[in-house]
């Protein structure tokens, strides 16, 4: 696959969405307690009467017996005696999860939103940066509306792609990091308007520093950084309705076997599919 700068205008945004979601180390930096995922949910699918998607939505996922999982984990123990903590946890884990272990549909406890913009750096000038008066007022009523569903946690992440570096074995990296520095100074004028004053949504930005050689899931360097945090979003009327109808979503889905749950809302095959880490946009698509 192609870098993100090289998309075309129409799929940038998706490819760089999917790219992060299916790389564990970006993914890590921007989600803590969140393990199921769904890409570019439209409102139509998830049974709301109104028009628009929300980029990113998840929560998080907890076993169905804790003491069956401390019993799987004794057993795991023993069988690595020295092996290091965490490598017991992922093996149990893992296990109990392949044996169904995951209480399915999840919880609905925590739910996090995020929208997603994806502009790119082209000689000194962030272009498609959807920063005009019309495009501001449509990502901040998207932000409002987030917001009004109740979600505990509403997110705005700036994705911004750099044309991929090259240089000689690890100077490509710092090339490339470097490269993504400056291309985060460039766009800060940008940056400082994303966010409307008085609503509780948390603004991350993630200049993506391409190496040659590779796309951004294998090869890239930098990750989402934090401009400004969230704050706790108040459930409202909403929330109740939203918990349903992801309730019924997800669970006509089958029960998962890992620890980590991505799907996609698929424009292509009209269908909510899986796709797995390390993936591209496409794989798992059923048309």
């Avoid at 502009?119 to 019309?134: H, M």
Wanted: glycine share 8%.
């Amino acid at each position: 696959m192609s870098y993100i700068i090289e998309q075309d205008s129409s799929e940038r945004e998706s490819v760089a969405t999917h790219r992060l979601l299916a790389t564990m180390p970006l993914r890590a930096q921007l989600f803590h307690g969140v393990s199921w995922f769904i890409m570019e949910l439209r409102f139509s699918t998830l049974g709301l009467d109104e028009a628009g998607e929300i980029d990113i939505i998840g929560g998080r996922l907890t076993f169905s017996d804790p003491d069956a999982y401390s019993s799987v984990y004794t057993e795991e123990e023993a069988r690595w005696p020295d092996a290091a903590p965490g490598l017991v946890e992922m093996m149990a884990t893992r296990r109990f999860v392949q044996d169904g272990g995951l209480v399915w549909p999840p919880p609905m406890d925590l739910l996090v939103g995020v929208e997603v913009k994806c502009s790119y750096e082209n000689e000194g000038v962030i272009k498609s940066a959807k920063d005009s008066p019309d495009k501001l007022r449509d990502l901040h009523k998207q932000l409002r509306r987030d917001v009004d569903l109740g979600l505990d946690i509403v997110s705005f992440l700036d994705i911004i792609a750099n044309q991929p570096a090259n240089g000689k074995d690890s100077d490509a990296w710092w090339n490339a990091s470097s490269k993504a520095f400056a291309t985060l100074d460039t766009a800060d004028p940008i940056l400082a308007k994303r966010i409307p004053a008085g609503l509780p949504v948390g603004h991350w930005v993630w200049s993506v520093g391409a190496v040659a050689g590779g796309h951004e899931g294998i090869r890239g360097a930098g990750g989402p950084i934090c401009v400004r945090r969230p704050s706790a979003n108040p459930h409202t009327p909403k929330r109740v309705r939203v918990e349903e109808l992801l309730i019924h979503l997800l669970g006509v889905q089958p029960r998962p076997r890992s620890p980590l749950v991505l799907l996609k809302d698929c424009k292509t095959c009209q269908r909510i599919h899986p796709f797995a880490e390390g993936s591209e946009p496409g794989d798992g698509c059923l048309s």
